[in-house]
């Protein structure tokens, strides 16, 4: 099998920059999920909050490191400052069955919560930062299927919580999703916080000198393009963006997305705090 790194555009942008290269349709990125149940669209543990969608990028068959059933990802994302902490009483209540402690029983997000579950193939890990990051594998029934809203926000969000909507919708990068291959020597490769000399190895991870210039900073696999360095422990098949979708790093940095890992985020995360529970 032929390993590819791709260029990740959106359909703003492919028409000028992917010139005569091959453009291959990719999903989509922006606040509609992917059909999966609206029961199990992603939700932060510690308060129920539905977290927001950023983008569901469809993986070439070599990155489909789950099983060639699941043919690709959605990602998501959540503010919270206190994600550490322990479930509060109200959503422990209500996941329980018992709403006699929720402060307003007739509002509609705690009935969603009480039907959510967890999806089977859902991994949920926090930044480090401020904010959990949830990535679901999908068929390709739910990758086609209608596209789902987000469910109902709590009716309050709790101390800690930030909703990042605007900030969204004004930073964000949003759209249909194109993959364009790139020439990079880094395909099929794990990338090194310091490579090696491209004749000592010829399967060593090297050094770009003008990736700026001739690679895109939102990727699949190859070159790592995060002018802070290469995160340690990334496996050939990531997928590294900054704004796709909305989705934040501290602030404006590169976040990648390890999608032969269980543990995404790698260590980054103080936890994995939800592993997929399908091994593919």
């Known amino acids: 099998m032929r390993i590819e790194a791709f260029d990740i555009w959106t359909e703003d942008n492919v028409a000028e920059e992917a010139g005569d290269r091959p453009r291959l349709p990719a999903g989509w990125a922006g606040p509609a999920g992917p059909g999966i149940d609206v029961s199990a669209w992603p939700r932060s543990p510690r308060t129920g909050q539905p977290m927001l969608h950023c983008f569901t990028l469809r993986l070439p068959e070599a990155y ?114 194109w993959l364009v291959p790139r020439d990079d020597p880094n395909a099929g490769v794990a990338p090194v916080s310091f490579p090696s000399d491209a004749d000592a190895d010829a399967d060593a991870y090297v050094d770009v000198p003008d990736r700026f210039d001739v690679f895109h900073a939102e990727h699949l ?34 976040i990648a997305l390890d999608l032969d890992s269980s543990a995404f985020l790698g260590d980054w995360s103080t936890a994995v705090l939800i592993p997929g529970t399908d091994a593919g």
């Open 64 to 177: 489909r490191r789950r099983g060639p059933d699941l043919v690709a990802v959605a990602v998501f994302q959540w503010a919270d400052e206190l994600y550490f902490k322990d479930p509060s009483p109200q959503v422990t209540a209500v996941i329980a069955g018992s709403s006699a402690d929720v402060g307003q029983p007739g509002h509609p997000f705690w009935a969603e919560l009480a039907q959510a579950r967890a999806h089977p193939r859902l991994q949920i890990a926090d930044d480090g930062v401020a904010s959990l990051l949830a990535m679901v594998w999908l068929t390709e029934a739910e990758l086609n299927g209608p596209r789902v809203d987000r469910p109902t926000a709590a009716p309050s969000l709790a101390a800690g919580e930030f909703d990042s909507s605007s900030w969204r919708a004004r930073h964000g990068q949003f759209g249909s999703l």
């Open 221 to 254: 696999g190859g070159t790592c393009m995060s002018p802070d360095g290469v995160r340690d422990g990334l496996s050939p098949w990531y997928i590294e963006v900054s704004r796709l979708g909305g989705i934040s790093y501290g602030g404006d940095l590169d």
